[in-house]
């Protein structure tokens, strides 16, 4: 089955881009202002987004921008739409600060706040919940960005069951605050001279 990327965006360091071009620069250098920043310039109005965990913060803004301006969304049904995502570090940013709120036993106060988003499926909960998917859900961790394992995962998915759309990628954040995300909007119909085919080769180019 040939599959097309038809349209991809990408947050690293202080940037977004969208289809390779940038729409965002900062010279901010603390993640939380850099992430604010985006919110402002992608004009989103979503009050639920504040209380997400950095790494939620990250997917929900790098998926932002593809579903703002996705003219074909309105061809396919909640359920026809899968989102497989991956990294390295799973939820290792929120991890840690849910640690230090139980490490010390003489202010032993355990966060809910930080314990729900201990487990990375959470991102994709926020982004179906935000966008209202119901398709194929998977989350892979992987040591580092593999094109291969996430071409041959969406493939499958594409053929066994009812997918006609997948946003697949990598949304990655470490415990320092070092992050990367980059998301693809994969389709079945190429309904642009623009569109690139969905391999692992063009995966790789695109992520780096």
Same mark, same amino acid.
């Given at each position: 089955m040939k599959l097309y990327i038809t349209k991809y965006s990408k947050i690293e360091t202080q940037n977004l881009s969208v289809n390779g071009e940038n729409i965002f620069s900062s010279d901010e250098q603390q993640t939380g202002k850099i992430f604010k920043s985006i919110y402002k310039q992608l004009n989103i109005k979503y009050p639920k987004y504040h209380k997400m965990d950095k790494l939620c913060k990250l997917g929900f803004l #790098?998926?932002?921008p593809i579903f703002q301006d996705w003219n074909t969304k309105n061809n396919y049904l909640p359920e026809e739409i899968a989102l497989i995502l991956s990294n390295s570090?799973? #939820?290792i940013n929120i991890d840690t600060d849910y640690y230090n709120s139980i490490k010390d036993q003489d202010n032993y106060f355990p966060s @809910?706040?930080?314990?729900?988003? #201990?487990? @990375?499926n959470i991102v994709i909960g926020e982004l179906a919940i935000r966008h209202q998917l119901k398709g194929e859900i998977g989350f892979l961790i992987s040591e580092s960005f593999?094109?291969?394992m996430l071409v041959n995962y969406v493939q499958n998915v594409f053929e066994e069951g009812s997918t006609k759309a997948c946003l697949t990628g990598w949304v990655d954040i470490d415990e320092k605050n070092r992050y990367k995300s980059v998301l693809f909007l994969i389709e079945k119909v190429n309904n642009s001279q623009d569109n690139i085919t969905f391999d692992a080769e063009n995966l790789e180019i695109l992520f780096n």
């Open positions: #790098t998926a932002e570090n799973s #939820t @809910p706040s930080l314990f729900v988003y #201990t487990l @990375p593999d094109a291969k």
